[in-house]
């Protein structure tokens, strides 16, 4: 992500400095034509009218060519600056890829719901890392999230979240995180919001869900439905094999086959043999 924000900024530094060079090469050329009528006796084709009228109409050709430029560069700065950011929400799961919550069943039933099913705590498999990504060049401000808790119950207290729904005994069934208005996502570049702690969560009806909305000043809410699995020791360890790691694995970066990395190599495996000799000396 980085490199491609990287790659983009100096795509729109070359844009702009051509722009910059465009204004300068166009004033330049019609500040030239205008003096080369008045003084250099140039016609541009109007060789019949007199001196005052060619000026005239120079002058009249090359300030619709600059007020037309300048709209141009006018309306490349207001798209820029009213752009919408598009923002995706990202949840992180220890053992489920990303928004495919998947978890693991406590041996025993939930004590706060009869016959209910809970999330067990097993190694923190419900602490959840959620990410607002901006998928865009433009900078989103005050930017908020909304999750809804369908068909579960239990919730405890969530640091850095505020309950803005709560059904009877269930608890709260909707929290809510606000980054404020001095907030803002850079585009191409994303925020880690506070985790969310699912541990005893119980299963109360059917078809658990998370639903996640994401907002931002200007920009249309944004809905993603996560449906939550719940599964028995045995299913869920089934689950565990048969899931493929491979996106949890990013791709090794290709190093160098210089003569400097060869040298670095050669020396190590040098230093590697050394102290396995010194240590033979003292092993009986």
Not at 38 to 61: C, E, P, Q, Y
Request: with cysteine; net charge positive; proline share 6%.
């Amino acid at each position: 992500m980085l490199a491609r924000a990287r790659e983009r900024l100096k795509a729109a530094a070359k844009i702009r400095w051509l722009v910059v060079a465009a204004t300068i090469l166009l004033t330049a050329s019609t500040a030239l034509a205008i003096l080369g009528t008045a003084f250099w006796g140039w016609h541009f084709g109007l060789g019949h009218a007199d001196l005052a009228s060619r000026i005239n109409t120079v002058v009249a050709v090359c300030a619709f060519i600059l007020v037309t430029a300048t709209l141009f560069v006018a309306l490349i700065a207001y798209l820029a600056a009213t752009g919408q950011p598009v923002l995706e929400a990202e949840l992180s799961f220890s053992f489920a890829q990303p928004n495919r919550p998947v978890f693991q069943a406590s041996k025993e039933l939930s004590p706060k719901f009869k016959d209910c099913r809970a999330i067990s705590p097993w190694r923190e498999q419900a602490q959840i890392q959620i990410n607002i990504y901006n998928r865009s060049r433009y900078s989103a401000r005050n930017p908020g999230m909304r999750i809804h808790l369908w068909g579960l119950g239990g919730l405890s207290d969530q640091p850095g979240w505020t309950v803005i729904n709560t059904l009877g005994d269930r608890g709260p069934s909707a929290i809510q995180w606000d980054g404020g208005a001095d907030f803002l996502i850079h585009g191409n570049w994303s925020r880690v919001l506070p985790r969310l702690d699912l541990t005893d969560v119980a299963v109360v009806g059917n078809n658990p869900a998370l639903m996640v909305i994401v907002a931002a000043d200007g920009v249309k809410p944004k809905e993603l439905k996560l449906p939550v699995r719940v599964l028995d020791y045995d299913d869920f360890w089934d689950y565990i094999n048969n899931l493929d790691w491979s996106w949890s694995m990013p791709d090794r970066p290709k190093q160098p086959r210089g003569l400097k990395t060869r040298l670095a190599n050669y020396r190590k495996m040098r230093r590697r043999r050394r102290g396995k000799a010194i240590w033979r000396d003292f092993l009986p």
